[in-house]
């Protein structure tokens, strides 16, 4: 199946404006996700058509760990924490009213299915990009970080799409990005990583809408991740408990 490209691009300085005004057209759903998942026509009054990838929250599957009707919102949090790094490794995302109710709204990325973690690893000029992925979603405390939950653009730029299960206050890590166990982080992301810990703490107004998507003992928990990470910027090795997701793709 022909990969459908998108006239609105993670560079374009009105994504988020688009993403948020637009107006909803086609719906397709995505058949092969856990919840209720549509790659949405958008229309825009001054951008023109794009595509998204729309979440509402009424289409979430209930699950014992994660509070119900917040996955979407967790999506919002992933890329608001990711543009606080500095790193803005996660599509455009926005919280919005669509179709069937409230969620989120994702810019669509482009990529070929087959390039998956599991293709990526084995390519040495993605090694970075990956160490910064698994730095990620450490720090996000990624409970699903599937081989197919990274894609690449046309660009070669790698993008986390399916955040929804990031954030939980308790250690909640899955992921299958550990062939860099052991590997240190850039000076450069570890000095991100102290920054925003300190941002985070003192509670700056430069976090106000990051810190709206989740609760208070969550973001607590994430400093305290920011924290350790940032006193010891090197990834972890496997832990001895469950630790990837299932499926690996």
Wanted: aromatic fraction near 12%.
């Amino acid at each position: 199946m022909a990969v459908p490209r998108n006239p609105w691009s993670v560079d374009d300085p009105h994504a988020l404006e688009a993403l948020r005004e637009a107006a909803f057209g086609e719906l397709k759903m995505v058949y092969d996700a856990s919840n209720y998942v549509f790659l949405a026509s958008l229309t825009h009054p001054r951008y023109g058509a794009g595509l998204g990838i729309y979440k509402p929250a009424r289409g979430e599957r209930p699950l014992h760990d994660f509070p119900f009707g917040t996955l979407h919102r967790r999506e919002v949090a992933a890329y608001e924490f990711s543009r606080l790094l500095g790193w803005e490794i996660i599509p455009p995302t926005v919280e919005r009213e669509g179709p069937r109710g409230e969620g989120s709204l994702q810019l669509f990325v482009a990529h070929d299915h087959a390039q998956h973690y599991f293709k990526l690893r084995e390519q040495q000029r993605y090694a970075e990009q990956l160490i910064r992925f698994a730095a990620f979603d450490l720090l996000a405390n990624n409970a699903d970080r599937k081989g197919g939950h990274l894609v690449l653009d046309a660009e070669e730029r790698l993008w986390g799409i399916d955040n929804g299960l990031c954030f939980h206050q308790y250690q909640k890590l899955r992921t299958v990005i550990w062939d860099f166990a052991g590997a240190p982080l850039a000076e450069r992301w570890a000095a991100d990583i102290a920054r925003v810990r300190d941002c985070l703490a003192a509670q700056e107004e430069s976090t106000a809408e990051f810190r709206a998507l989740l609760s208070e003992t969550e973001v607590q928990a994430l400093v305290r991740r920011c924290a350790a990470l940032a006193a010891h910027p090197q990834l972890p090795e496997m832990f001895a408990y469950r630790c990837v997701p299932w499926p690996l793709i």
